[in-house]
């Protein structure tokens, strides 16, 4: 008698809106497969303490509009070969030889570890990791799932600022904070409130160092002229030795140190000049607005999880399913697998053909690159000028 396949399937990391789109993309193509599926609560907590759980079923509506991780996460550092081996024990002791990890760059590198270890002790596991993330910072892909999703939020919450401070004759210099460690994407996507009419007149990317002192003269022009200044920075803005402008000054478990705060400093730096200035910090809402998801971002989510399960059966592993774009007009993308060890820890940067850096904005080649991910409608018509 044949055995049926089973795998396992954990979230990792931050969440974002679409993540469980994934799991159902994989749940799916596994049942076609007449394959059972279980999950580990909480990412690797419960697959350390052997506590994984078998779906059977799941409500698919309710799942293709949750935000956040449905199933738990946790930010957990494989930095030992006792944690590994208890993983894989979990595993084994479950029959369990597919494993699918959701995340981001440390995620991937978790695989890689779980994969590496098993190998050395000659067990029999397919490792696939499903990417996901709203820094768009996954190298060896063309974007990331969640990033869509983030990036309208963030053209419609700016954009609500803007329309905000046009409410007075002489407004502010608001400064808005928006994720992004190591990586520019986000801010950028701030860009696109020019297709309603309205302009996003300083961006801050952690790939270029920044300068206070010329910030404070650049926003000081601007505000004289136009009577208001709209600013977005990324929460990874970093001076020209490289030391971060503001932080918590608390590390994760991975060693990452927490962002946050970025806009409150500059905000203050620019008050205590006598201007009349805001730090907004957008926060978690970039990652949880399930009221401002990307159709296209739900729809390739849901594919990448399908593609996971797919690649696993055909006997590939140490992989992570990627994102490659074949056009953008019609847009059009292909999944394909990418070795984790050319996506495991080291995240991606932008690219700087998206970036100018005299004009501190976007450029053509960034609209065209990431409008076909925001899906039809992104933006609110009420808050056209």
Do not use: W
Not at 200 to 208: Q, S
Not at 247 to 267: C, E, P, R, W
Request: with cysteine; glycine share 6%; aromatic share 10%.
């Amino acid at each position: 008698m044949k055995h049926k396949i089973k795998c396992l399937y954990l979230q990792a990391g931050g969440p974002t809106s679409v993540i469980n789109a994934s799991f159902l993309g994989l749940f799916d193509e596994a049942k076609k497969h007449d394959a059972k599926v279980y999950v580990s609560p909480y990412g690797l907590s419960s697959l350390l303490t052997g506590q994984i759980k078998e779906i059977k079923d799941i409500a698919h509506d309710f799942l293709l509009k949750r935000p956040g991780s449905y199933f738990g996460s946790a930010r957990i550092h494989l930095d030992d070969k006792d944690t590994i081996d208890k993983i894989i024990k979990n595993l084994a002791d479950n029959d369990i030889h597919l494993l699918f990890i959701n995340g981001g760059n440390d995620t991937m590198d978790s695989a890689l570890k779980i994969s590496n270890e098993a190998k050395k002790e000659n067990y029999d596991l397919k490792v696939i990791g499903i990417p996901k993330t709203i820094d768009n910072d996954l190298k060896e892909t063309d974007h990331t799932p969640g990033y869509g999703s983030a990036s309208k939020f963030i053209i419609n919450a700016v954009s609500s600022v803007i329309v905000d401070d046009l409410s007075y004759k002489k407004g502010r210099i608001n400064i808005i904070e928006v994720m992004g460690r190591d990586s520019g994407y986000l801010a950028l996507a701030s860009n696109l409130v020019s297709i309603n009419g309205f302009q996003v007149d300083l961006t801050y990317i952690p790939e270029i160092p920044f300068s206070l002192d010329a910030f404070s003269k650049k926003a000081a022009e601007i505000y004289e002229k136009k009577g208001r200044c709209t600013v977005v920075v990324s929460e990874g803005i970093k001076n020209s030795k490289g030391e971060l402008i503001s932080s918590m000054h608390t590390k994760d478990a991975f060693g990452n140190i927490q962002m946050g705060g970025v806009s409150s400093y500059l905000a203050n730096h620019l008050a205590n000049k006598g201007f009349k200035t805001r730090g907004i910090e957008l926060n978690v809402l970039q990652r949880s607005a399930f009221f401002l998801t990307s159709s296209v971002d739900v729809k390739e989510s849901y594919q990448a999880g399908k593609y996971a399960f797919k690649f696993a059966i055909k006997n590939l592993s140490d992989m992570m399913v990627s994102f490659k774009r074949i056009s953008n007009n019609p847009y059009k993308i292909k999944f394909v697998p990418v070795p984790l060890s050319k996506v495991a820890k080291i995240p991606s940067e932008l690219n700087l053909q998206f970036y100018d850096s005299k004009k501190y904005r976007a450029t053509k080649e960034f609209y065209d690159y990431l409008k076909p991910l925001l899906g039809k409608d992104f933006l609110n018509i009420a808050l056209h000028i």
